[in-house]
C-alpha cells in the first residue's frame, strides 16, 4: 500500500478513505516502545478535499503491548481513538509570511502537507504515538502495583522525558 496520497487527485464530490490493520513495522517511530508481537491497531482515515484545503479525519482502535516503565512486564494498552484536523499546503505558510492564519473554525488543529502530498501511514502513527500515556506503569493499566529492587538498572528509567512530547498539541487528543 502506496503510505502517500496525491492531493491534487483528491475530489470535493469524493471522499477518499483507507481502512485496515496497522501493524508494528508501519510505526517504525514506536519501535522502541512496542513489543514484540500483540500490537495491532485498526483504523480508518478519510480526507476530503473542500475550499483548498483537506479534511481528515478518522479513527484508530485497538491494542497495544508497551512495557511497564518501572518493572518491564508487558502491558497492554487499549487505544481508541478519534481524530479530526485540517491540512493546508505548506506553501500557504510561506506566502502568510508568518502571518497568522486565520481559521474559520477555531476549535479544529491544522497541519501541513508538502510536494502535493499526503503521508497517511505518518498521519496514522502520529496518533497511536499520541494516544500513548507519558508515563507507563502496571498499576495504570490494571495490574496490582509492582515494585522494583533499590539499584535496578531499570530505575534510570523512570521520569525519563517523552521522547515524543514535541508531537502533543493541544486539541489532538482524545477529550
Ligand atoms: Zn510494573
Not at 10 to 35: A, F, I, Y
Not at 109 to 137: C, M, T, V
Not at 159 to 165: G, H, K, L, R
Amino acid at each position: 500500500m502506496e503510505r502517500f496520497v496525491q492531493v491534487s487527485v483528491l475530489s470535493e464530490s469524493k471522499v477518499w478513505t483507507q481502512k485496515g490493520k496497522l501493524t508494528v513495522d508501519q510505526m517504525p517511530r514506536l519501535s522502541d516502545v512496542l513489543l514484540a508481537g500483540n500490537s495491532i491497531l485498526k483504523y480508518q482515515i478519510n480526507l476530503e478535499w473542500e475550499k483548498e484545503q483537506v479534511s481528515c479525519y478518522g479513527n484508530l482502535a485497538g491494542t497495544l503491548s508497551i512495557s511497564c516503565d518501572r518493572c518491564g512486564q508487558s502491558l497492554k494498552f487499549d487505544v481508541d481513538e478519534e481524530f479530526t484536523f485540517k491540512m493546508l499546503p505548506e506553501t500557504n505558510l510561506e506566502s502568510q509570511n508568518g502571518k497568522e492564519i486565520l481559521l474559520e473554525d477555531e476549535d479544529l488543529d491544522i497541519d501541513f502537507y508538502r510536494d502535493d502530498r499526503i503521508d497517511w501511514q505518518g498521519i496514522l502513527e502520529d496518533q497511536a504515538i499520541l494516544s500513548l500515556p507519558i508515563r507507563n506503569l502496571c498499576e495504570e493499566q490494571g495490574q496490582p502495583a509492582c515494585e522494583i529492587p533499590l539499584n535496578s538498572h531499570g530505575i534510570k528509567n523512570l521520569n525519563t522525558e517523552n521522547p515524543f512530547a514535541s508531537l502533543i498539541k493541544p486539541g489532538w487528543q482524545n477529550n
